[in-house]
């Protein structure tokens, strides 16, 4: 339904309203007619009070749905601000750095716990009314039970509602029963849904990986100190200096110098990693040809060579050279296999 809890009570409490104001005119009417009729007043009249009973208590409702929104927005504001994530409090501004997606975000999830709370203290309201009024019945009718039964040999017919209202009594006690099953039932939903569905291994994992995922950088300051508006920085791969805004900060995650440093060598040791060939040819014998040992002879390559530049002084290969290598040192084994 898209109609709320709230905009339900605000419809019925303005029904209501228009009730009690079309019984008073009614009233006014009598009360210019001569002579006067007393007997349509005091029916009137009774109309009028059971309107106003009803619009007072659908008002004291409202007020309570209204109390409920604004606990759950609060309730809603605190835990944004500390998310427990696999024992780790996180903000949601640094989850969402953007700030049109943390306010979109921020929206959706204080109309939805606004919007539960609010159906949950109507549902309440309504539910304890329904059992106020049969606790209120059931007790009228137990006092006519216990004046049938002292006026049972005056009346038959005192005795036959006797009966009737002791059926009527097992019945409410039923309904109000099944209603406080009910209530109970939709709570403990409520509260199964709102539980999160992950481990805490699979929170703290998904929290790591989120992390390692975001562009390293060191070296961060601010731009201009009087401002603080933007940040400078250095991306730890690349050496490039960066520039974004205080919002953006989530982005990245933010390393010292040691922690750089390491970065940069375990980037230079894979890049200088040779290439493994997918064949590899073997030479049966330490001898070939008539059994003189040969000496593997000098080849001769230009040397090419990459400056790594996390590492300084530091010579590598790079991939095409190697694997050029691999292939002239592989043609000369054959040559001399086949002499």
Do not use: H
């Not at 009973?53 to 809603?76: F, V, Y």
């Not at 006690?173 to 039932?185: E, F, Y």
């Not at 060939?277 to 014998?285: A, C, K, L, R, Y």
């Amino acid at each position: 339904m898209d109609q709320t809890a709230k905009d339900q009570v605000l419809q019925e409490i303005t029904a209501l309203e228009q009730q009690v104001e079309n019984y008073t005119n009614e009233m006014d009417a009598i009360t210019s007619t001569e002579p006067l009729d007393t007997a349509k007043y005091n029916a009137v009249k009774a109309d009028v009070e059971a309107a106003q009973s009803k619009l007072e208590a659908k008002r004291a409702e409202l007020a309570t749905i209204e109390d409920a929104g604004k606990e759950a927005q609060e309730k809603l504001t605190a835990e944004l601000d500390a998310i427990d994530i696999g024992g780790e409090t996180v903000n949601l501004r640094a989850l969402v750095p953007d700030e049109a997606s943390y306010q979109l975000l921020y929206i959706w999830l204080q109309q939805r716990e606004i919007t539960k709370a609010q159906v949950m203290a109507a549902l309440k309201s309504s539910y304890e009314s329904q059992i106020e009024e049969f606790e209120t019945v059931a007790n009228e009718i137990s006092t006519l039970r216990q004046d049938n039964f002292r006026l049972s040999d005056k009346c038959a017919d005192l005795e036959a509602k006797r009966d009737a209202a002791a059926a009527q009594i097992d019945e409410l006690q039923s309904d109000i029963t099944r209603l406080k099953a009910d209530n109970d039932n939709l709570r403990k939903q409520l509260e199964d849904s709102a539980k999160p569905k992950e481990t805490t291994e699979d929170a703290k994992a998904a929290l790591e990986r989120w992390k390692n995922s975001r562009p390293a950088i060191t070296d961060l300051r601010w731009k201009d100190d009087s401002r603080k508006t933007t940040y400078l920085a250095t991306l730890v791969e690349t050496g490039e200096q960066i520039e974004f805004g205080y919002l953006e900060k989530g982005k990245y995650r933010e390393l010292t110098e040691e922690e750089a440093s390491r970065f940069r060598d375990e980037q230079a040791a894979s890049e200088a990693e040779p290439v493994q060939s997918s064949e590899t040819n073997v030479i049966p014998d330490s001898t070939l040809g008539n059994g003189i040992p040969l000496e593997p002879p000098t080849i001769e390559f230009p040397t090419v060579s990459v400056q790594a530049e996390s590492v300084p002084g530091t010579m590598v290969l790079s991939p095409e050279e190697i694997t050029r290598r691999l292939i002239a040192l592989e043609a000369r084994v054959d040559q001399i296999a086949g002499a």
